[in-house]
């Protein structure tokens, strides 16, 4: 039965507002065990003359992108090789973690890496997760399939992967992939 | 500068209400790109006698535990073997999917799963995220480092891990884990 | 000195906030002993994508009509022996009970059992109460004196009657009336 | 989906704050159509020391008392002949209007009327309206059917009825009544 | 931390929400201990025909003008002997107190009392101080310094004074002034 | 018909409340033309445990003592003559002027400067004003008359005077005096 009010300056369009509905219900849910229908969410709009911190008038800000379609593009970019689209979702001390090699800062370093591990890979997603940390960090998830070509030219599929991201002010700032591949590798 | 407000029936302890605090504030840094000391969240309280539904006076139910806590108390039950409190916190239906074997429904499976692949196991945690799904099910994620014993009763540690659960009602119903323990085998 | 707040979707026009203002304020000097200028109702108006319910964007209903304006049309209608009109107001289930006859569900059952007992009559009202039961219909009541001509011509005027109805969804589903003609004709 | 909020002040017990409450929703559901369980109340309570109208700090009044109550009570100490205990729940200007007499305004002389009538009766309620007027005036009505003995001795039963009342300040100021006695008598 | 909501009906520009935000602010601040940042001021306007008081719809007023511009304005226009507009800023009532002088309730008979004072003065204000009395005046202190020529045309400057006004409804009631012309004066 | 909510954290007594209920009171009434009986302030106190700054809980802080109180107790003490008392309420940095003298920031100063002006002095009130500037010091004016002892023994009376204070964090900064002394001394 929570119901939650959220005060918020004007400027936020629809999709952004119902992203914020949705993660306070989530939220709420998150703590009080009641079934969705029983959380209801307000969201209450000023202009900025509406709104006075310490007698300063305030204006809001644009909302933060949603940081799952930002993976989502980002891993579209990966996997097609465009390093250049890839690059400007990164922010300042990128790194990424793949599993068998030291953490990497550039994308380029990425691709040599996966070069004597397969030919091509394509990822086929089972989900996403996605979250605000305590900190600054937006945090997502993303896991399903890798399919592809090994490097001797023969199939794979079906093996199981989890990227874990986090962004900052909409720009990835880490990367940390597992997979199944040497498990999988070991087994053939 | 967001301010939240949210309407909860009496009965939350302070714990919770703490965390309910934090995962407000963390729902509006979602979508609004604000720093923390700019979100406010207020908690107002009331007793069953004024909040009626439909003409029904309401009463709050008890808050659900802190999954993270959950998860992490299963972990430990795990890792001393204690199959009997573990088995306890997993729900109905539960299934668990480890690298390079089909997904199994009882702990004793995994047992029989990690008995060729190491002596002994124990995770040294570099962090946990929790968040509620837009379904029923609380989603935390373990990762940290394995150290142990290999079946040849040699050392390892460093192995990077991590672990997906869903939680429905305080009970795990499912875990997903990926590490990169072949990768390393492969390698050594 | 209460003060009412109602959160509503938008789309109820100036008449229907204004029933609404007035409905509050009665319904809170139903219990609080203050007067009328004590008591302040603010309506608060969102758009649908200010209300979430579940997750799940909401939409407004259009306002119910007045059942007052309701039953004072369909009065009219019957005054005036217009049936088809009334018959239009009338819900399933509709039942009419007057005074010494069994429940009728037709209005042309009215018209023959009131065949015999006047050959025109005109209502005069003193005053309607209405209110929300705490069902599903409206309550609406009519009072007031009829006048008119008995079958054998003479006039008749200054008889009291009361009429109660129910109305669910702006249909009149139920109507008692109560009166004095048999009073007056067994003492004339 | 209308959510209510009042604010009053401390000093209500539970009792109004449930008639409070329901009061409330019933006047939502007059204009609005939504199903009971989509109207949430919220009553905040205030102490003194937490309201201000004017620069000065208000208190609150007891509830008034249910109507409807007041209305059974009186009811039944009139079947009972009890003149004493209804006299006491009469206001000033008190006034009642019964079939076939001019308004009275003592109970004696109600008593007066009722000698030739009948010798006892007995109310079978089927339903009460209670609402709040516009003016000062709570309204109540009490319908059903009468029982009694004729002045010759013979019994009846299931004759309609319908009382309506005012009350001020907890008081009867006004009754009226309407039945089919006289049609009952007229048919025998 | 307070957090002040404002609910006020529409009609206000922007500067006189930014005057309300200000003074709302302020009064915070007069009572808890926070730093101007610590206290947030929201304005939620309404309609009339969101507002109800006692079943009736209000509207606004226009908002009174800033009294500390209207002092200003009444200063400058008697630094000029604009008598004609000085006047038209003056309630009913009105009356000053000058130094050695009874009380006076005609401009032009400050004019007689300054002539044998000096030739000429002018106001360099260091600041302006305003308030709402707990009565229906507003309270507008003006201090700084006056400069001038004396009667035998030799010059003066850096002479305090201070002005207190009170104003009603936006017009000057009262005026009281304080300088140290006699003590410099009296010390030349 | 302004209705002002401030959410405050628990802590306040009853004293400081009244005087936040009617420092917003004002407040609003120095912008909106409303009667003080149409102006209503509704205080709403939270335990530390329901407000969340950042996600960190917050407690309040005692509240500022009446700066108008505190000059009050001062200017006593100062007729007293009891300098240690009157010292104790001044804060870092205190300068005051005073008529035909240079600012002074000793009360020991004060009292040479005083000594050849009058014997004794005292002061009767006509009012106070307080309010909150837009920096962190309260400001109040007390003004009135002085009656007294002349040096050479005769007795005065009658004369105006009015002081300015400043206070941040309930000690006296500032004071500035002006009075009519010089005036009257002249033209007697």
Known sequence: MPIVEVHILSGYDAEAKRRLGEALTDA?????????????????????????????QRSGAPALADPKEIVRS???????????????????????????TAPMSKLSEL???????????????????????????????????LSGVWPDGTDFEGIRFIDRFELIGGLITQQDVWNDIAEVRAST
């Open 74 to 100: 980002y891993l579209l970019a990966m996997e097609r090789r465009d390093i250049d689209t890839a690059q400007e979702m990164l922010g300042d001390g990128f790194v990424m973690q793949f599993p068998g």
């Open 111 to 145: 691709i040599e890496w996966a070069a004597p591990r397969y030919r091509s890979v394509t990822k086929t997603y089972e989900g996403f997760d996605a979250m605000q940390s305590s900190s600054d960090a937006a945090i997502v998830y993303a896991r399903g399939t």
């Open 28 to 56: 709420v849910r998150f703590v009080v065990p009641a079934p969705p229908e029983a959380v209801t969410v307000m969201i209450h709009e000023m202009p900025g003359e509406h709104y006075y911190r310490g007698r300063t």
